[in-house]
């Protein structure tokens, strides 16, 4: 079956280290996302990613890095300089976009990180 | 910038109940709506899609049409069932990139 799997599905970190989370994605798609989900909030963009090699800063990127080696791969680094970092974390992909026709996003199950 | 404001919640509804969950855009152009659909502690699944207007997306009962001259995308199903309690989503793509922009959600909860 085609997917998106992300591990851990729970993660704990003490604060002051940085944490990787990762996402594969078996879909071959060609664009990756990763969002921020808060209680009571709808998702908030971290990065994005329309081909390998390359990424774009979403709304709320500070504290955050990722990387995109492999079109398959996404993993994001929640770093020390994350001032809030307990939430949700969701990772997405989609076909490359056509003009003229946005492409639907297929989500990932999540991770919970929590900072202890 | 583009927004979202769908209804806050939480709705709660008894089974085979009418379900509306309003949902309306700001957007430059053209852009595509959805529905998503989060269960607990999952992650979010497409429910349902427009891509222009006038266009009905469906799905599981569910159903919304794009109304670009009322800027609005409402969520409605004929009988709700229990199985259906969630965090429902609407968002929209549009622009010159590929972000998503969400509402806040809204929880549906079905009692028996």
């Known amino acids: 079956d085609g997917g998106i799997t992300q591990s851990p599905k729970y993660l704990f970190r003490k604060e002051g280290q940085n944490v990787t989370l990762s996402c594969e994605q078996n879909?071959?798609?060609?664009?990756m996302y990763w969002y921020r989900q808060d209680p009571g909030q709808g998702l908030r963009l971290i990065y994005y990613s329309q081909i390998v090699n390359d990424f774009q800063k979403g709304d709320i990127a500070e504290g955050y890095s990722v990387s995109r080696e492999k079109k398959e791969s996404f993993p994001l680094t929640v770093t020390s300089a994350q001032k809030n970092p307990t939430a949700f974390y969701l990772c997405a992909s989609s076909k490359k976009r056509l003009a003229g026709s946005p492409d639907t996003q297929y989500f990932g199950p999540g991770t919970r990180l929590t900072v202890l | 910038g583009d927004s979202v404001t769908q209804m806050e919640g939480p709705v709660t509804l008894s089974e085979e109940a009418f379900l509306t969950i309003n949902c309306t855009y700001t957007a430059t152009g053209y852009p595509s709506l959805f529905w998503y659909v989060q269960y607990p502690g999952e992650g979010l699944q497409l429910l349902l899609k427009a891509t222009k207007a006038d266009d009905k997306g469906s799905n599981k009962g569910f159903e919304a049409t794009y109304r670009k001259e009322t800027t609005s995308f409402h969520l409605e199903k004929g009988s709700v069932q229990v199985s259906d309690s969630a965090v429902y989503f609407c968002?929209?793509?549009?622009?010159?990139?590929?972000?998503?922009?969400f509402g806040k959600g809204t929880l549906l909860t079905v009692n028996p």
């Open positions: 968002a929209l793509a549009g622009g010159s990139n590929y972000k998503l922009t």
């Open positions: 879909l071959n798609h060609d664009a």
